[in-house]
């Protein structure tokens, strides 16, 4: 049987057939012959070329890609070898009917297709009002993606709406397309910067821009990529992207101006980490010339100071009247002219050495203040550079600059410290005379260049990023950096080393937030921590405060006093004799030992480990099988879990564990009070751990390891406090407010609730898509087997008078969600089980036994 001839006569289904019995027996060899003589005997080529992809389509729904792109590859060396195949050689007509064909495959295929089918049949010579129309033709099918990829080949973007083409995209969470969209076009480029800013708005209505796009199927996750927090953040990256102007942004701009408010007062108010002249210096930078910015900051003095700092602040903005809260307007009324005045914050004159609550609670810098030198001209450099540049020197170095709050330009450096044996000099890069001159950039980056100089830093990746952008001439001709030590792998090292029980020091725990970073370390190394409440101050300002000279000054030299101790006895803290040797002993896996070595493998590591499946306790410095106590059941064990772990929070909740969660904005020291308060056990991440397990009793604090899955953090848990956890454990507890307690309903009880609700009537018109957040609508399709797992949850069983018939509302003042529950569900579900502290509807499902086979190794059956 002759299996190619003319386009037309072609046997395609015989020929189709050939090729799908090839591919599915992978045997390519003889599938790229087969296609090479077939592609050889056509007389048609082009046209017998699309007679095979669109049968491919037909024939292998839905997946053609593969076999499809392995023809279109095949063709594509077929035809370098046999160049007389073009469609030049065809009449216009032939032409634009291939052309045509062509585009419909471009909506019916993967995007795979669409390159070598643009250079195959030129589309790219299509008249514009064709190219438009397909466009339109694959919005119309919802291949939104597609459209877009293809309008970019085809370089349409003036002719459509950028709106259009971009909008649901990004509801789709694939806003990097829309970047793609507007690359080269800067008029885009704003307007789709302007749009983002737009949905930042207050007034702005999520649900109303969903609503415009019926077609769109959003799950939650899609919803929340569109909250303004992450929008703005999107903005602001953009605007750095493409050169916007912020005045294009001004909702993006207000909202990072009034998050930087809030913060502030915080800070300076609540936390008191901030002076007041800190304070009142960024804040008046931030909110001069905005109403707005000015009335919330009156709100909020009401709040954190007092109605005398609140009035005070409104005179001297001159606000309305009507804009005032409550008891302002009146405390103006009752203040003097001289009582409403700002004025400036009064106290004694600084001198060099501390007061003496701070000397006994903060690391002092050991230096008198002859021996800090502020430079700020050239002979000042070059006496800094002939101390600094010397053979086998060490030196500590750090930068500030000024805190950019409500802020989008880059950071710049304004003060270099360089700190060495006995002395400091501190570089002014505000001074004109020398910020950019060549003797200054010369000399930094011959120090940092320098490998027999050996520098000291912490988190030195900042530093440089801030000190690019104030010298635009080390990105044009980068620095090599030799003889650099950061200090911030070697702090890593030591929380590695005191977790795994190879050492420990014990750490003063005083009031306030908890020490962390550079603080952290010296109070670890040193004994007492650094007086960080300059930190945040105006670094441009000059002339400096004897305050701030100080805190730039130790925050430099204390790097020298560290590198002393550890370098003395590195094994006492669990470190190698070479300090320099830990940076390049902690190099990431590269990217083949990450990947899986096979599917097969990819899918365990996804789904359920085997059971029994061998562990390594070495790698666990984390969380290590020190623990002695007797095994437990998951109410028994009760923990707080930090901000951090809130995943970790949702799983341990869902195997029964008695788990109180601490919200993004609470300290961390909440969980300290939470768990003496009430006997729990912190779980928290990363550096925090070393304040925290001061605060609470012996083996009352435990870490994890941040860049684990949930999962394997409960499985840690679980095993470290040898806890007993049975099928009956499993969501015998709320995940969404942590109670024990249940009330159970029938199918026709929960039918005629609703019914009394009017959630039934229109359940023709209406959608299942309100599932709650374990079930989706294939889990519910079928009922359990009745040979599966039965849900019966140690639990708490709430009476039947607990609910009252009118208000369906529980004790707790709970009330029943009943408009969580599909209609279409009722039919298949005959027992419901809702919380009695927050009114959440629960049913068995396939989730409960994915849970099963999820910790099944962990499970007592």
Same mark, same amino acid.
């Given at each position: 049987?002759?299996?190619?001839?003319?386009?037309?006569?072609?046997?395609?289904?015989?020929?189709?057939?050939?090729?799908?019995?090839?591919?599915?027996?992978?045997?390519?060899?003889?599938?790229?012959?087969?296609?090479?003589?077939?592609?050889?005997?056509?007389?048609?080529?082009?046209?017998?070329?699309?007679?095979?992809?669109?049968?491919?389509?037909?024939?292998?729904?839905?997946?053609?890609?593969?076999?499809?792109? %392995?023809?279109?590859?095949?063709?594509?060396?077929?035809?370098?070898?046999?160049?007389?195949?073009? /469609?030049?050689? %065809?009449?216009?007509?032939?032409?634009?009917?291939?052309?045509?064909?062509?585009?419909?495959?471009?909506?019916?295929?993967?995007?795979?297709?669409?390159?070598?089918?643009?250079?195959?049949?030129?589309?790219?010579?299509?008249?514009?009002?064709?190219?438009?129309?397909?466009?339109?033709?694959?919005?119309?099918?919802?291949?939104?993606?597609?459209?877009?990829?293809?309008?970019?080949?085809?370089?349409?973007?003036?002719?459509?709406?950028?709106?259009?083409?971009?909008?649901?995209?990004?509801?789709?969470?694939?806003?990097?397309? *829309?970047?793609?969209?507007?690359?080269?076009?800067?008029?885009?480029?704003?307007?789709?910067?302007?749009?983002?800013?737009?949905?930042?708005?207050?007034?702005?209505?999520?649900?109303?821009?969903?609503?415009?796009?019926?077609?769109?199927?959003?799950?939650?996750?899609?919803?929340?990529?569109?909250?303004?927090?992450?929008?703005?953040?999107?903005?602001?990256?953009?605007?750095?992207?493409?050169?916007?102007?912020?005045?294009?942004?001004?909702?993006?701009?207000?909202?990072?101006?009034?998050?930087?408010?809030?913060?502030?007062?915080?800070?300076?108010?609540?936390?008191?980490?901030?002076?007041?002249?800190?304070?009142?210096?960024?804040?008046?930078?931030?909110?001069?010339?905005?109403?707005?910015?000015?009335?919330?900051?009156?709100?909020?003095?009401?709040?954190?100071?007092?109605?005398?700092?609140?009035?005070?602040?409104?005179?001297?903005?001159?606000?309305?009247?009507?804009?005032?809260?409550?008891?302002?307007?009146?405390?103006?009324?009752?203040?003097? =002219?001289?009582?409403?005045?700002?004025?400036?914050?009064?106290?004694?004159?600084?001198?060099?050495? =501390?007061?003496?609550?701070?000397?006994?609670?903060?690391?002092?810098?050991?230096?008198?203040?002859?021996?800090?030198?502020?430079?700020?001209?050239?002979?000042? #450099?070059?006496?800094?550079?002939?101390?600094?540049?010397?053979?086998?020197?060490?030196?500590?170095?750090?930068?500030?600059?000024?805190?950019?709050?409500?802020?989008?330009?880059?950071?710049?450096?304004?003060?270099?410290?360089?700190?060495?044996?006995?002395?400091?000099?501190?570089?002014?890069?505000?001074?004109?005379?020398?910020?950019?001159?060549?003797?200054?950039?010369?000399?930094?980056?011959?120090?940092?260049?320098?490998?027999?100089?050996?520098?000291?830093?912490?988190?030195?990746?900042?530093?440089?990023?801030?000190?690019?952008?104030?010298?635009?001439?080390?990105?044009?001709?980068?620095?090599?950096?030799?003889?650099?030590?950061?200090?911030?792998?070697?702090?890593?090292?030591?929380?590695?080393?005191?977790?795994?029980?190879?050492?420990?020091?014990?750490?003063?725990?005083?009031?306030?937030?908890?020490?962390?970073?550079?603080?952290?370390?010296?109070?670890? #190394?040193?004994?007492?921590? /650094?007086?960080?409440?300059?930190?945040?101050?105006?670094?441009?300002?000059?002339?400096?405060?004897?305050?701030?000279?100080?805190?730039?000054? *130790?925050?430099?030299?204390?790097?020298?006093?560290?590198?002393?101790?550890?370098?003395?006895?590195?094994?006492?803290?669990?470190?190698?004799?070479?300090?320099?040797?830990?940076?390049?002993?902690?190099?990431?896996?590269?990217?083949?030992?990450?990947?899986?070595?096979?599917?097969?493998?990819?899918?365990?590591?996804?789904?359920?480990?085997?059971?029994?499946? =061998?562990?390594?306790?070495?790698?666990?410095?984390?969380?290590?099988?020190?623990?002695?106590?007797?095994?437990?059941?998951?109410?028994?064990?009760? #923990?707080?879990?930090?901000?951090?772990?809130?995943?970790?929070?949702?799983?341990?909740?869902?195997?029964?564990?008695?788990?109180?969660?601490?919200?993004?904005?609470?300290?961390?020291?909440?969980?300290?009070?939470?768990?003496? *308060?009430?006997?729990?056990?912190?779980?928290?991440?990363?550096?925090?751990?070393?304040?925290?397990?001061?605060?609470?009793?012996?083996?009352?604090?435990?870490?994890?390891?941040?860049?684990?899955?949930?999962?394997?953090?409960?499985?840690?848990?679980?095993?470290?406090?040898?806890?007993? /956890?049975?099928?009956?454990?499993?969501?015998?507890?709320?995940? *969404?407010?942590?109670?024990?307690?249940?009330?159970? /309903?029938?199918?026709?009880?929960?039918?005629?609730?609703?019914?009394?609700?009017?959630?039934?009537?229109?359940?023709?018109?209406?959608?299942?898509?309100?599932?709650?957040?374990?079930?989706?609508?294939?889990?519910?399709?079928?009922?359990?087997?009745?040979?599966?797992?039965?849900?019966?949850?140690?639990?708490?069983?709430?009476?039947?008078?607990?609910?009252?018939?009118?208000?369906?509302?529980?004790?707790?003042?709970?009330?029943?969600?009943?408009?969580?529950?599909?209609?279409?569900?009722?039919?298949?579900? =005959?027992?419901?089980?809702?919380?009695?502290?927050?009114?959440?509807?629960?049913?068995?499902?396939?989730?409960?036994?994915?849970?099963?086979?999820?910790?099944?190794?962990?499970?007592?059956?």
């Amino acid at each position: 049987m002759s299996l190619v001839g003319q386009p037309k006569g072609v046997d395609l289904p015989a020929l189709l057939e050939l090729l799908c019995g090839l591919w599915s027996r992978k045997e390519q060899d003889e599938l790229r012959q087969a296609l090479a003589g077939s592609f050889s005997q056509m007389q048609e080529p082009l046209s017998g070329l699309l007679d095979i992809l669109e049968g491919c389509v037909t024939v292998q729904k839905p997946k053609p890609s593969t076999l499809s792109q %392995l023809i279109l590859s095949e063709f594509m060396r077929w035809r370098s070898n046999n160049p007389q195949v073009a /469609l030049d050689m %065809l009449d216009e007509e032939e032409r634009l009917c291939l052309q045509r064909r062509a585009l419909g495959l471009l909506t019916d295929s993967q995007p795979g297709f669409m390159e070598p089918l643009l250079e195959v049949y030129q589309l790219k010579t299509l008249k514009r009002p064709l190219l438009l129309e397909h466009v339109d033709n694959l919005h119309c099918c919802c291949c939104f993606k597609e459209a877009l990829v293809f309008s970019v080949k085809m370089e349409l973007q003036s002719d459509l709406d950028m709106e259009k083409m971009c909008v649901p995209l990004i509801l789709l969470d694939k806003l990097s397309l *829309a970047e793609l969209y507007v690359r080269h076009h800067p008029d885009l480029q704003q307007r789709l910067v302007s749009l983002l800013d737009s949905w930042c708005r207050p007034d702005f209505s999520t649900q109303t821009l969903i609503s415009q796009f019926p077609q769109l199927v959003l799950s939650k996750h899609h919803s929340d990529q569109i909250q303004p927090k992450l929008l703005s953040k999107h903005v602001f990256r953009l605007m750095e992207k493409f050169h916007i102007d912020p005045g294009l942004c001004p909702n993006s701009v207000y909202k990072r101006k009034s998050d930087s408010l809030r913060f502030l007062m915080y800070k300076t108010f609540v936390e008191k980490g901030m002076s007041e002249e800190n304070w009142r210096d960024h804040v008046q930078a931030m909110i001069e010339g905005d109403l707005e910015l000015q009335v919330q900051l009156v709100q909020l003095l009401v709040k954190h100071c007092s109605l005398k700092a609140a009035a005070q602040w409104s005179a001297h903005y001159k606000l309305p009247r009507n804009r005032l809260p409550i008891g302002v307007w009146d405390k103006i009324q009752s203040l003097s =002219p001289q009582q409403l005045e700002l004025g400036s914050v009064s106290g004694p004159p600084e001198s060099w050495a =501390p007061l003496q609550s701070d000397q006994e609670k903060y690391y002092q810098l050991p230096l008198p203040r002859e021996n800090v030198h502020f430079v700020e001209t050239l002979e000042e #450099v070059d006496k800094c550079r002939e101390a600094v540049l010397k053979s086998g020197c060490v030196v500590g170095m750090d930068m500030e600059w000024r805190a950019g709050f409500g802020t989008v330009s880059s950071q710049r450096v304004a003060l270099i410290q360089l700190a060495v044996q006995d002395q400091v000099f501190l570089l002014d890069l505000c001074a004109h005379a020398i910020s950019h001159h060549s003797t200054t950039v010369d000399f930094i980056r011959a120090l940092l260049s320098d490998k027999k100089i050996l520098k000291l830093g912490y988190g030195m990746s900042g530093d440089l990023r801030s000190l690019v952008s104030t010298w635009p001439d080390l990105r044009e001709e980068p620095m090599k950096m030799e003889g650099v030590l950061d200090l911030l792998l070697i702090h890593q090292e030591l929380q590695r080393c005191w977790l795994g029980n190879k050492g420990c020091r014990s750490v003063e725990v005083s009031e306030g937030p908890a020490e962390k970073g550079l603080s952290l370390l010296v109070q670890q #190394v040193l004994g007492k921590p /650094l007086n960080k409440s300059e930190q945040l101050s105006n670094w441009e300002r000059r002339p400096l405060r004897t305050s701030q000279l100080r805190y730039a000054a *130790a925050d430099a030299y204390c790097l020298l006093d560290i590198y002393l101790i550890l370098s003395r006895d590195p094994k006492a803290f669990g470190l190698p004799e070479d300090l320099r040797s830990i940076p390049t002993a902690q190099k990431p896996k590269s990217q083949e030992e990450k990947k899986p070595k096979d599917k097969k493998q990819f899918k365990r590591r996804e789904g359920r480990q085997k059971v029994n499946e =061998p562990h390594s306790v070495d790698n666990d410095f984390k969380v290590n099988s020190d623990y002695q106590g007797p095994t437990i059941k998951p109410p028994e064990l009760r #923990v707080v879990c930090d901000n951090m772990l809130q995943g970790l929070g949702r799983f341990l909740r869902c195997l029964g564990v008695d788990v109180k969660m601490l919200e993004n904005t609470d300290d961390h020291k909440v969980a300290a009070e939470l768990a003496r *308060a009430e006997g729990r056990v912190i779980l928290t991440a990363g550096q925090p751990y070393q304040s925290l397990r001061s605060q609470v009793g012996e083996g009352r604090c435990l870490t994890l390891d941040c860049s684990e899955k949930a999962r394997d953090q409960a499985v840690r848990v679980l095993q470290h406090f040898h806890v007993h /956890l049975t099928p009956a454990d499993i969501f015998s507890r709320c995940q *969404a407010c942590n109670c024990n307690e249940y009330f159970k /309903l029938s199918r026709e009880e929960m039918t005629r609730m609703m019914k009394e609700r009017g959630l039934l009537q229109n359940i023709v018109s209406k959608r299942d898509d309100c599932v709650p957040q374990h079930e989706t609508q294939a889990e519910y399709s079928s009922w359990r087997p009745p040979e599966g797992p039965q849900f019966t949850p140690h639990c708490r069983w709430a009476p039947r008078s607990d609910l009252d018939p009118q208000t369906f509302r529980f004790p707790s003042g709970a009330e029943v969600q009943l408009e969580t529950v599909p209609p279409g569900l009722l039919p298949r579900i =005959p027992v419901y089980f809702i919380c009695t502290g927050c009114g959440k509807v629960f049913w068995e499902g396939t989730h409960f036994d994915r849970v099963l086979s999820q910790f099944q190794e962990v499970l007592h059956v």
